[in-house]
């Protein structure tokens, strides 16, 4: 199974400032990367796709880079409905997994 | 609307079975690639099982050989057979469309139904 690990668990940012959230492959996934977000009582939202392309509707203000086993999802400048848990998942090889997520919280 | 609505969550207790519902509107269930997506408040998600358009299944570890997938496409509905059930089973169940069928992700989701597995 493919561990996937995010960090940091929380990050503490003032909205209008930049996020920039790390997620770890276990092993090599290629591109084989997708981000959600997750507000409270809702299910995940997509975000982005392999590693980098943008969901339908999401706003440029949310960017992915990586390859291999390291990915980042950067938030340029964090809105108010920005604060949420993310997650990273992998969808390179069965079973498919996620990260623990980290939580952005307002600082 | 594109919309899915689960159901038949519940309190069922070790060893019992439960059948969760996935109706789907706006779109027609045979045509996505279809998942089930579990949660337990305060962790990650974690996949349960996908059902392909040609009626190909894939199982998480955890559940293969306990859960079951099927489709009804007179019903539009997805459904999800969990027999054996364990107390580690216990979460929100979620199911979830293939955004583009081709596994990179889920655009459209359900609010999900509870299962709570517990003597």
């Known amino acids: 199974e493919t561990v996937m690990t995010q960090s940091p668990a929380t990050l503490s940012v003032s909205p209008g400032e930049r996020a920039t959230l790390s997620c770890r492959a276990s092993?090599?996934?290629?591109?084989?990367l997708a981000w959600y977000q997750q507000r409270p009582g809702q299910a995940p939202r997509l975000l982005i796709y392999?590693?980098?392309t943008r969901a339908a509707g999401i706003s440029d203000n949310f960017s992915g880079s990586g390859s291999g086993t390291q990915f980042t999802l950067t938030i340029s400048s964090l809105q108010p409905e920005d604060f949420a848990v993310y997650y990273c998942?992998?969808?390179?090889?069965?079973?498919?997994?996620f990260g623990q997520g980290t939580r952005m919280e307002i600082e | 609307e594109v919309q899915l609505v689960e159901s038949g969550g519940g309190l069922i207790q070790p060893g019992g079975s439960l059948r969760l519902s996935c109706a789907v509107s706006?779109?027609?269930?045979?045509?996505?690639?279809m998942s089930w997506v579990r949660q337990t408040p305060g962790k990650g998600p974690e996949w349960v099982s996908v059902?392909?358009?040609?009626?190909?299944?894939h199982f998480a570890d955890s559940v293969k050989g306990r859960f079951t997938v099927s489709r009804d496409n007179s019903k539009n509905t997805l459904y999800l057979q969990m027999n054996s059930l364990r107390v580690e089973d216990t979460a929100v169940y979620y199911c979830?469309?293939?955004?583009?069928?081709?596994?990179?992700?889920?655009?459209?989701w359900g609010k999900g139904t509870t299962v709570t597995v517990s003597s």
């Open positions: 392999g590693a980098s």
């Open positions: 059902f392909y358009t040609d009626d190909y299944t």
């Open positions: 092993q090599s996934i290629s591109r084989n």
């Open positions: 979830a469309r293939d955004a583009f069928n081709s596994n990179y992700g889920w655009d459209v």
């Open positions: 706006g779109f027609t269930v045979s045509s996505y690639y």
């Open positions: 998942k992998q969808y390179n090889r069965w079973p498919w997994t």
